[in-house]
């Protein structure tokens, strides 16, 4: 899996970070996403799609290797 963010859509509402800690992070000044893990193990999959759905700006995007 590899995850994908646009941060210019980015709204820092922290939804990802919520859902996904260790592959989201905010940056300090302005909440915006950072990516901590372009490419996060299988046992995150979950997690990160779930973000992805739940980011209200649809700013996470998910490449699947296998698709
Ligand atoms: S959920 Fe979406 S809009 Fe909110 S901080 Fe994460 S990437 Fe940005």
Redesign the pocket.
């Known amino acids: 899996m590899k995850v994908i ?2 941060q210019d ?9 919520l ?1 996904a800690e260790r592959v ?1 992070d ?1 940056r300090e000044e302005d ?3 950072e990516l901590l893990d372009p490419e996060p193990p299988a046992e995150a999959a979950a997690d990160v799609r779930l ?1 992805a759905s ?7 995007r998910i490449e699947d290797a296998t698709a």
Request: contains cysteine; glycine residues 12%; proline residues 4%.
């Open positions: 963010v646009d859509k980015c709204v820092g509402s922290g939804q990802c970070v859902t989201f905010q909440g915006i996403v973000a739940l980011c209200p700006a649809l700013a996470i």
